[in-house]
């Protein structure tokens, strides 16, 4: 069972999001479990206050070491095997070999920052790895939580309604995904592409193919010189990375 264990001063905004739709309704099935712990509950003074002046000064707040760390030990004792980790515009980029790795993995351990950030001094002691969902700064981890989760959840097994809809899309082969199209076959005098509905399934493996490379190099020259590279093959073992047609 997939376990993630969520720090944060704002408990309540869990599940939130992931109460709904694929990730909701994993949950009610017993597929993973979602624990949101409050810091706040393991402050020690009267104000419970989880956050002080930065030292060297400068605006803000700074989350404080000791009280996080009181929260961690509750929350994943030494020798819980998941991996912690603490949002933050700082952190490495997630990607979707990252979030593949942690939904094969036993769960794991997120902290939400707030303020400023969080003291240096814990994420070292404590054995953090900052992750970021992107160049922009948001107020706090749990949206960035959320949005860690959400990518991990559906991956787990048994969450998707069919398993192999996460092999095809973006990034599983380092390319952005091929457009897609449904019916009705003529909307607004724009039809179809006649290849999709012909029925020859390695000319629509081919043109799919095609159209992922063409928007990847049109749009992401970064995955698009990865892919090139040979960095943009599959993690999974055993699976031919480039054979679709
Ligand atoms: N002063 C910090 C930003 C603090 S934002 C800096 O300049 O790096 C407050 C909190 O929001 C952070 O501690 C982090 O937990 C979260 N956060 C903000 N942007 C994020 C991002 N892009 N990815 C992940 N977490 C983010």
């Not at 402050?43 to 002080?52: F, L, P, Y």
């Not at 399934?201 to 040979?230: C, I, N, Q």
């Amino acid at each position: 069972m997939w376990r993630a264990s969520i720090l944060t001063i704002f408990p309540e905004m869990f599940p939130g999001p992931l109460g709904a739709s694929l990730a909701g309704k994993a949950l009610a099935a017993g597929l993973w479990t979602l624990e949101a712990v409050d810091i706040r509950a393991h402050a020690t003074d009267k104000h419970r206050s989880v956050d002080d002046t930065p030292a060297g000064g400068g605006p803000g707040m700074v989350m404080r070491p000791d009280v996080l760390a009181r929260a961690v030990d509750a929350l994943a004792p030494a020798g819980d095997p998941r991996p912690r980790l603490v949002m933050s515009p700082r952190g490495v980029p997630l990607t979707q070999a990252r979030v593949a790795a942690l939904a094969n993995g036993p769960g794991a351990v997120v902290l939400c920052g707030r303020f400023e950030g969080i003291d240096e001094r814990l994420i070292e002691g404590r054995g953090f790895e900052e992750l970021s969902i992107g160049d922009y700064v948001l107020s706090g981890g749990e949206i960035a939580a959320f949005v860690l989760l959400d990518a991990c959840v559906r991956l787990l097994p048994g969450v998707m309604g069919k398993e192999a809809s996460g092999l095809e899309e973006s990034f599983s082969q380092g390319l952005l995904e091929y457009p897609q199209y449904t019916r009705p076959q003529v909307w607004e005098g724009r039809s179809i592409p006649a290849v999709l509905t012909g029925g020859d399934h390695a000319k629509v493996a081919a043109w799919r193919r095609a159209e992922s490379e063409r928007l990847t190099r049109a749009r992401r020259p970064d995955l698009w010189a990865a892919h090139l590279a040979g960095a943009g093959k599959p993690k999974r073992p055993g699976k031919k990375p480039r054979r679709d047609g």
